[in-house]
């Protein structure tokens, strides 16, 4: 069992950089591979960033490749997205999922059965 509490959301300007942590709780964490997904008004959540439980792996969605990066503290049970050069298009709650390990890192939403309750970024034009 894996807690996820998201934290570091707020409202910026495009072009600026902001960095999302995920606080996890449980035993697990250190085993768990870990996605960010994140959920405009209106549309389905969809995948952001995901990382292997070893940290040794990334996957990105096209729309944020180059800008985000996703990585992990397993000493601290925390995983982290730098966003940078943030656009309007990039506004939504993100959220923070806890997977499996021993798998490759996956991007459908069913496929996390751990996930936060959402940290909203907002990027103004």
């Known amino acids: 069992q894996v807690q996820l509490v998201e934290s570091g959301g707020g409202l910026v300007q495009a072009g600026v950089s902001l960095r999302l942590s995920c606080a996890a709780s449980?035993?697990?964490?250190?085993?768990?591979?870990m996605g960010w997904f994140r959920q405009a008004p209106g549309k389905e959540r969809e995948f952001v960033a995901g990382i292997l439980w070893t940290g040794t792996s990334t996957v990105y969605a096209d729309s944020v490749k180059g800008r985000f990066t996703i990585s992990r503290d397993n000493a601290k049970n925390t995983v982290y997205l730098q966003m940078n050069s943030l656009k309007p298009e990039d506004t939504a709650v993100y959220y923070c999922?806890?997977?499996?390990?021993?798998?490759?890192?996956?991007?459908?939403?069913?496929?996390?059965?751990?996930w936060g309750q959402g940290t909203q970024v907002t990027v103004s034009s």
């Open positions: 999922a806890a997977d499996r390990a021993n798998i490759p890192i996956r991007t459908m939403t069913y496929e996390y059965p751990y």
């Open positions: 449980g035993r697990t964490f250190s085993r768990s591979n």
